[in-house]
């Protein structure tokens, strides 16, 4: 069982339900596009778990190949500045810089005013929100443009950040891969921004460069799910699982922190982060065969 990596929680439920959703019609559907876009931020606003402020300081709403589109044009737009993340962040942004970019963690170093700053909401290797306010504030000061990464919002509780407060934060992007089992597979996503600065994703969505088949699906599970699902769902399965395996419980329900027996399982910084969705699947997808 892989205990490591990031993916939704392993629930045959939405692998019947996606099976069975008919997309051949969206294929010609010139609307979706824009139809998927109001629907999908008005999902992210609807958030009764998290308290998420500010959206509407981006007005600029563009359709990504998951988040992954997103950073590719931020480290293109700041290409001549040196990228900070903290250690145990979303490997991918090691991966692309390491060819030609510069690039440091931010324990390593202090904030210099030629830095473009990356850090995902909740933190990808802790499972919550990192103290934020000060490095926020910070970046303003020196003119470092800041990335937020949502892409785990849709499994996350206890979220709590007004984005209006903090003008450094130029870009926020969210995904749907973590929300529903299978839906890593769409590569659906939204980039946010302040402005609209006529970049390749900007181009990509005004000559509807877009996969209308996984928005068709994509746009069907935000419809009919609620952003809250995963934790009104599994929370307390989860719970169980993360008492049953010696686990600290997180605010995102694809990880629980472990202890010196989960060593393995540290990706360079402070946490053991621990994957427990095909755990939780385990129980779920047991319990329906027994039924």
Known sequence: MNLRGAKPVVDNFFKDYISKIDCSADLYNENLPQIFTDNFYNWISSSE????????????????????QAFDHFYLKH????????KGE???HSACLKHGFEWEYIEDARLHNNDAVIISVPFSDAGTQLPMDNLLYNCYGMDIPVLLDFAYYPCTKNINLDLEK????????????KAFYGAEFLRVGMRLQREDKDDGIDVFNSVEMI???PLSIANNLVQNFSIDHNWLKYGKIYSE???????????????????EEYAENNRGGKYNRVTVSDLIGQKINITKEIK
């Open 49 to 68: 778990l998290n308290t998420l402020l500010g959206l509407d300081c981006f007005p600029s709403k563009r359709l990504v190949c998951g988040t992954a």
């Open 79 to 86: 290409k001549d500045r040196r990228f900070r993340f903290y």
């Open 90 to 92: 979303f490997m991918y």
């Open 166 to 177: 903090f003008s450094a934060v130029e870009t926020i992007t969210f995904s749907i891969s």
């Open 211 to 213: 996969n209308r088949v």
């Open 241 to 259: 699982v993360c008492s049953e395996h010696n686990l600290e419980e997180t605010d995102c329900i694809m990880f629980g922190q472990g202890g």
